[in-house]
């Protein structure tokens, strides 16, 4: 076999995959084949669920050029693998941008001729080559993997999506080359590459999700259960189970079907529209948004919703893209600026990206509100991208084909039941032998050997453990709280780190304004609560806060960014705007206009006092917007040029955040107190925006300023002062964040609000505890030669040198109080980074990530994917990460999360797997408490479960001893009446009121559970081992036979009438053994049922889980009865004989005994003694670790050796981020000292690694 090639797609990305190429193989097909005959079909199975087996077992390895079948690999954790098969088709070229008009304009009647000899060719892709010389056709390859189509690149060698005109592309070719439209021909070639633009999420057929369904292992399980109990006789047990499996495949295909038709209705809904189209001949067709492709042109018309992402050619356009980043705000978009147009010192060429020039960008999925075209030009914008590969697509392929959860319970799971096949292969094994040796049949050795497998591994079990999900998933929605991912449900249960976004979240939406602090001869005036003065109508200040916004009227109402619309409404002006009608009209000519009330501009004229700047202009005041700077998260500001009415010259106004606006200003005009003012404001958690403001040339004409570049502009400006504005939390917030604490669960701000607002909020909120102190690292890139540095500083002094004897305030003691994992509550001390600090020691200071992101709390000014990494980062040291957010920027980090939940019901939640209908976070400590209560009802339910199949097995076992076994009705008594009833109702305990510091296990395999496991079987088989070896003991004892009569013998004569005629026993089922241990037990079923159904501190009380309590004493009641008052139909029917008495008041003895050895043994000895005193007062070798750290330490030794959990103390914890504050506590270096500066150098002799240097620190600015 040739050797793999390591080839990868998608590279980098979060889908990256490994690539292998494979021919098929005949003689391994042969092979294969009579594989499949002589397993029956199951060597088919096996391959079905195994594609990599599957593959290789068919074909055999080639290079990816000349593949017919690739082999995929996730390199993620999953390692999953796909397979797809290669396709190939006849085209014209293989670049699908380059232009083939010449080539198609020629029209050939040649058809495909012989050029298709010997090709598997896809002819529905071959609509284009009859009209093009068939020798100068060429083959394209192409395979399609969840819903995106790889096409072969012979320059790569390698198979690569398309990206359309979303990469590589520069403003100049998109306003040249791709702006002038595509002619009919052209379209056609492009369509054969890039499919029909449709976001199609095909709803499966009930047959095919039925074969689906019903090829999973669990149901060929059942199958295989099925037909060896029909052999075995056991008809009526056998079509029960039919009939509960047909029941569970019907209800799982109804829930799988209905969410493909909730998704498919949501996105097919606006999907196909008809579209004006400008072709390359200028000519304007409608056409449907199926046909659309890359570098088609569309116009825009009001109330469309986009079908495509286009890039913006002329005019502009007002939409809402709550779709996609669940804020339903109007959202301007301009015009792509064009370079060709521009002259020296303007627009320079830039390759166009989506992202980074969203508002530019049109997204699919996004509604048009609003659009604003002028005199000989149309609102236009090219397709860029269709199909799966819009932001939409991307945002349906997340949902359609989600990351495998990764959770200890499954994988504890998977173990467990390993084990339970290794206990049903020691049964096989004794049963085969056992039979041998008593001379049993072939065929009769065969059925029960493998009888005694579908005993131990109950097929029912899947379903067992599905039912507290599915509890706790109505509880959830009770509590408004909907769920896309049930599976998720259980992970939240273990979550100890919550991510929380502040504006709209923490805090409330809206911001009030506070005031004004204005700059005049570069210093500050005294603070202003007041705006609307007479004296600042006609200032430079009012005219920043009237025009600087992207405002619109949308039905006479004005709508936007609710910061602007705020910042507009306390001006107390007027905005008005040109009609559609007149800006058709009309050049692009100031179409916005704002001017101050009637009212505001009266007074002003009355007053006398003129010592302010003023325009000396006429009565009639009115400023109209000449072109906006839209707002952009990266560069953290907007600006607009604007021109007062009857003024020669035009002035430009800017607002953002006050460290990028100072930045851009004249230092001469920012005032020296300019960082001490902000902190001031910034410490009391005040937002600050800063406003300046520059007058422009008259040289500066209009058209040269719809093509200036906005750093020209945005340079040399006038610093003018602050607007402060008041950010209030939210009323439930402080309480959930204490409540949250009480749990010990870690809670971390991810803002994209300034740093030291975010601090203000933290503490204000009691994220930070007032004692607490903020340690804030401000990273700083390579510069000038000079390595990548960080200077640490404190928050409440970040602005001043800081005294090396103030490092001594630092607590790094251990907190002794309470109990709980709550590592992060031994340090009183907290990180806080913001964005680009974050990106330079991601980048440089891997070493020093993990330590920061132990202790770190507040994350600012990040942007969307900083959120996402910072989520990953934490999961990179093992914490169960939860991130709750309003959907606006959060939607990655929600998807990223263990647990993500969405304050937005608008359709970008989709993303996120659970969504509040409440806007607050008081849905987060419900979640952990439904999650905490499912996780231990699995718990519960998986123990029992494994209870109930050991018991059972103990019975069975005993039984074969004697070659007898349970009947039929008993088999079908105890899985039906007892098992299933009680699985059932365990499952509805509710979840405790309150979060408890403690934490569930994470895992199957627990010292904990492990241990309670075991200590039931014990006693199970001791109790059941003692019943059956007594009753033969008894006096009255022989063998039973249908004459045999031991009720007879007792004083309290019960004895029922036996026929001498009575049909004789061929199973050898009846007997005094079989009745002694299906008594003892059934019994034993609702004991550990009893001992296994906990409630606090994670469920409810079981005594208040009525259904559960009912089950549980008609269950005893009517075991009881029919063991102490025998009646004859009943006896009959479970195949029990009659027995003295006498036995029967020693099996009640027996039970009772056993009852109380199962309570005291689980409630005392286990969870009081063991767990609460002994393993307390252990210090574990480490006196500082908590109870959660014990736990860890026991669970690693439970996997190893049960016997040594007590005595190896000095274990690491497996939790990394447990190891890592371990070692933090005893590092003399860490946190760092306030005056010191660490340095990234590269070793001399290793060119990509990284030392990390402390130095003493000159001077912090």
């Known amino acids: 076999m040739a050797k793999e090639e390591n080839n990868f797609i998608n590279k980098g990305n979060e889908d990256e995959l490994e690539i292998y190429g494979y021919k098929q193989c005949l003689w391994k097909l042969v092979l294969v084949a009579i594989g499949v005959i002589c397993t029956g079909g199951f060597l088919l199975l096996l391959l079905y669920w195994m594609p990599e087996w599957s593959v290789k077992a068919t074909c055999t390895q080639t290079s990816l050029k000349e593949a017919e079948i690739v082999l995929l690999r996730t390199t993620d954790e999953f390692k999953t693998w796909f397979r797809a098969k290669v396709y190939k088709f006849l085209s014209p070229g293989i670049d699908p941008i380059e232009n083939l008009e010449p080539r198609l304009s020629k029209s050939m009647e040649n058809g495909l001729g012989n050029h298709t000899a010997g090709h598997s060719v896809d002819r529905s892709k071959m609509l284009l080559l009859g009209k093009i010389p068939e020798t100068e056709a060429v083959l394209v390859r192409y395979f399609v993997h969840h819903s ?24 100049s070719a998109i306003h040249g080359q791709h702006g002038k439209g595509l002619s009919k021909e052209l379209e056609e070639y492009r369509k054969v590459f890039f499919g029909v633009n449709e976001i199609e999420v095909k709803v499966p057929s009930i047959f095919k999700l039925l074969i689906k369904e019903v090829l999973n292992p669990f149901y060929i399980f059942q199958l295989f259960s099925v037909i060896l109990w029909t052999f075995n006789g056991y008809y009526y047990y056998g079509v029960v189970i039919v009939i509960m499996s047909l029941i569970s495949i019907v209800t799982s295909l109804h829930t799988v079907r209905k969410q493909y038709v909730m998704l498919h209705d949501m996105v ?13 001949n200028s000519e304007i067709e409608e056409t449907l948004s199926t046909d659309l492709v890359p570098g088609d042109i569309v116009i825009p018309t009001n109330g469309t919703i986009m079908p495509c992402d286009s890039v913006l050619l002329s005019g502009t356009c007002i939409v809402n893209e709550s779709m996609l980043t669940g804020e339903s705000v109007p959202v301007m978009k301009v015009n792509l600026p064009n370079p060709i147009k521009s002259s020296k010192g303007l627009e320079e060429d830039e390759i166009y990206n989506p992202e980074k020039h969203k508002r530019h960008t049109l997204f699919c999925g996004s509604t048009v509100i609003q659009t604003r075209f002028y005199t000989g030009e149309l609102v236009k914008a090219v397709v860029v991208r269709t199909g799966f590969g819009t932001t939409k697509g991307q945002l349906v392929r997340s949902i359609l084909y989600p990351k495998p959860t990764d959770f200890k319970l499954y994988r504890d799971a998977y173990l467990f039941l390993l084990c339970l096949v290794g206990v049903a292969g020691i049964g096989f094994l004794y049963t085969v032998i056992n039979s041998v040796l008593n001379g049993v049949g072939v065929g009769k050795i065969i059925i029960e050997s493998l009888d005694i497998i579908t005993i131990t591994v109950p097929p029912a079990l899947p379903a067992a453990l599905t039912a507290g999900i599915v509890f706790a998933q109505r509880r959830l929605k009770k509590l408004g709280i909907s769920c896309i991912s049930p599976q998720r449900i259980n992970i939240c249960g273990q979550l100890n780190l919550i991510c929380f976004d502040k504006t709209g979240t923490l805090t409330e939406e809206g911001l009030d304004i506070w005031g004004i602090q204005r700059v005049e001869d570069n210093s500050f005036l005294p603070s202003e609560l007041s705006i609307c003065k007479e004296s600042l109508v006609k200032s430079r200040f009012m005219a920043c806060m009237a025009t600087c916004h992207t405002l619109t009227k949308i039905d006479g109402k004005l709508s936007g960014d609710p910061l602007d619309l705020k910042m507009f409404e306390e001006t107390g002006w007027v905005l008005e705007e040109a009609t559609e009608e007149e800006t058709a009209l009309h ?8 001017r101050p009330s009637k009212q505001l501009l009266l007074e002003h004229e009355t007053m006398m006092d003129h010592e302010l700047e003023m325009y000396d202009l006429p009565a009639s005041y009115e400023i109209g917007i000449v072109r906006q700077f839209p707002f952009s998260s990266a560069l953290q500001r907007m600006s607009v040029i604007a021109r007062v009415l009857g003024e020669k010259h035009m002035d430009a106004y800017l607002k953002g955040a006050p460290e990028m606006v100072a930045n851009l200003c004249k230092a001469e005009t920012v005032p020296k107190s300019f960082s001490e003012v902000l902190k001031i404001y910034t410490n009391q958690g005040f937002r600050v925006i800063a406003l300046a403001h520059r007058k422009l040339g008259s040289k500066l004409t209009w058209h040269k300023v719809q093509n200036v570049s906005r750093d020209v502009i945005e340079s040399n400006m006038e610093f003018m002062g602050f607007i402060i504005m008041q950010n209030k939390l939210k009323p439930d917030s402080s309480n959930v964040l204490g409540e949250l604490r009480k749990a010990n669960i870690r809670t971390v701000m991810v803002t994209g609000d300034n740093m030291l607002t975010a601090v203000s909020v933290a503490r204000d909120s009691g994220m930070i505890l007032p004692q607490d102190k903020v340690i804030i690292a401000e990273a700083l890139p390579p510069k000038d030669g000079q390595a990548a540095k960080i200077h640490w500083l404190y928050a409440d002094n970040a602005s001043r040198h800081l005294d090396i004897s103030s490092a001594e305030v630092i607590n790094i003691k251990v907190e002794n109080e309470g109990s709980g994992d709550g590592l992060h509550q031994m340090n009183h001390y907290h990180f806080a980074m913001d964005g680009k600090s974050f990106s330079v020691i991601t980048e440089h200071f891997q070493d020093l990530l993990s330590k920061l992101v132990l202790n770190g709390t507040v994350f600012a000014r990040m942007a969307p994917d ?6 990953e980062a934490f999961q990179n040291v093992d914490y169960y990460v939860g991130m709750c957010g309003d959907g606006a920027n959060d939607c990655g980090a929600l998807k990223r999360a263990h647990g993500g939940i969405s304050l937005s019901e608008l359709e970008a939640s989709v993303a996120s797997p659970f969504t ?8 987060v400590p419900n979640l952990i408490r439904e999650g905490r209560a499912a996780l231990m009802t699995t718990f519960c339910v998986f123990k029992f479960m494994a209870l109930y199949s050991i018991i059972q097995y103990l019975s069975v076992t005993l039984l074969y001893s004697m070659l007898s076994n349970l009947g039929d009705f008993q088999f079908l008594f105890i899985d039906l009446a007892i098992i299933q009833f009680i699985v059932f109702t365990m499952s509805l305990n509710a979840a405790w009121k309150e979060l408890d510091p403690q934490k569930p296990p994470s895992g199957l395999i627990s010292a904990s559970l492990i241990l309670s496991v075991l200590s039931q079987i014990f006693i199970s088989a001791v109790f059941q081992i003692t019943g059956f070896l007594m009753v033969k003991q008894q006096t009255w004892y022989e063998i039973w036979t249908p004459i045999s009569d031991a009720c007879s013998s007792s004083k309290l004569n019960l004895t029922l009438e036996h026929d001498n005629t009575y049909p004789h026993d061929e199973k050898n089922i009846k007997s005094y053994e079989n009745t002694t241990v299906f008594f003892i037990s059934c019994f034993q079923y609702l004991i550990v049922a009893i001992v296994f159904s906990k409630g606090k501190p994670f469920r409810q009380p079981s005594y208040k889980n009525y259904p559960f309590v009912v089950t549980v004493i008609l269950l005893h009641t009517f075991i009881f009865f029919i063991m102490m008052l025998p009646v004859e139909v009943i006896d009959q029917a479970l195949q029990l004989v009659c027995v003295p008495y006498n036995w ?3 099996m009640l003895i027996l039970i009772l005994v056993n009852a109380v050895v199962s309570f005291v043994t689980e409630t005392i000895l286990l969870d009081l ?12 070798g480490v006196n500082h670790f908590t109870a959660t750290y014990k736990q860890e330490v026991l669970d690693r030794k439970s996997k190893r050796c049960l016997s040594f959990v007590f005595c190896s103390d000095k274990r690491k914890p497996k939790a990394k981020y447990m190891h890592l504050a371990q070692e933090l506590l005893v590092d003399p270096d860490w946190p760092p000292k306030p005056k010191t500066t660490t340095e990234a150098k590269k070793k001399p002799d290793e060119n990509s690694a990284c030392q990390i240097i402390t130095i003493a620190e000159r001077k912090i600015l």
């Open 916 to 923: 509040s209908k409440t806007p607050n976070i008081a849905c």
């Open 587 to 594: 050049n692009q000519i100031m179409p916005t206009v704002v």
């Open 148 to 171: 995106v189509t790889y096409f072969w690149n012979n320059l790569l060698q390698n198979f690569k999506d398309l990206k359309g005109l979303s990469e590589g592309i520069s403003w």
């Open 268 to 280: 097919a809904a606006h999907s196909i529209i008809r579209v004006s189209v400008c072709r390359a």
């Open 1169 to 1180: 003694i063991l767990w609460k005193l002994v393993f307390k007062g252990q210090e574990l």
């Open 866 to 871: 900083q959120k996402t990494q910072l989520v």
């Open 1144 to 1146: 029967r008041l020693m």
